[in-house]
C-alpha cells in the first residue's frame, strides 16, 4: 500500500509532460505564424502580379 501511495506522490514526470505541451504550443505558434504570413505574401504577390499585367 505504501508503494501505491509513494507512486501517486512521485512527480518526477510531471516535468516531461510540461515539457511536452510547452513544446507542442510553440510548434502550434509557428505553424500559425508561418501560415498566416505565407497567406500575406502570397496576397501581395498576387497584387504584384495584377499590377504588372
Known amino acids: ?8 506522490k512521485d512527480e518526477s ?3 516531461a509532460v ?3 505541451l510547452l513544446v507542442s ?7 500559425v505564424g ?6 500575406n505574401v502570397q496576397a501581395k504577390l498576387n ?3 495584377v499590377a504588372i499585367e
Do not use: C, D, H, P
Request: proline content about 0%; overall charge neutral; cysteine-free.
Open 1 to 8: 500500500m505504501e508503494r501505491i501511495k509513494n507512486f501517486f
Open 13 to 15: 514526470g510531471a516535468s
Open 18 to 20: 510540461e515539457y511536452g
Open 25 to 31: 504550443l510553440i510548434a502550434v505558434a509557428i505553424i
Open 34 to 39: 508561418v501560415r498566416t504570413l505565407g497567406q
Open 47 to 49: 497584387e504584384a502580379a
